[in-house]
């Protein structure tokens, strides 16, 4: 449950950023649009460069691999899990709260070192100045707790959706009836 309950503190967070998603469900609120469809539209702009959770997972376990079988292992221009657009050539405070709680923790100091690893292989093989984001801190969390990348987004979905339902409130427009 520790690395559940990061994770979703985590997001909790995030969700209150100015992101795809929530920005969607500001909107659908403001539209008067119920909540099951604010949520449903969010929940849609995941995954290719909003939330590339599955991505993620699926590039950062193939690296593990990789690097097990002393390959080397060719990285595309844009690694899923990587680049923030609110932090800029430096860590976000939130994600880094997550990886650190991993690293202070015994049972997952091991894949918070990966993690350290990988970003540094990433940063060196891509030339950019880019350090994990949430999408990466949520595969991390889903390998450790043994879940497939088909299920990463679920994560996602408990951090924020407690945030939309306050995000979706605030911003609610009366239809006027």
Known sequence: M???????????K???????????VTAMAQL???FNDAVAAGLLSMGGKHAPVKEAQICFSNWRMARNMEDKMDFPSVVPGFGSAWF??????DVEEFFNALFNHKDYQYIADDVDVYTNQVRENTGKDIYPNAGLATAVANIVLKRPPELGISLVIGGRLSAWEEIYYRNLSERGF
């Open 88 to 93: 800029k050539k430096q860590r976000d405070p």
């Open 32 to 34: 008067a649009k119920p």
């Open 14 to 24: 995030c969700a209150y950023r100015d992101n795809a998603s929530t920005s969607i």
């Open 2 to 12: 520790f690395v559940e309950e990061k994770i979703i503190e985590m997001h909790h």
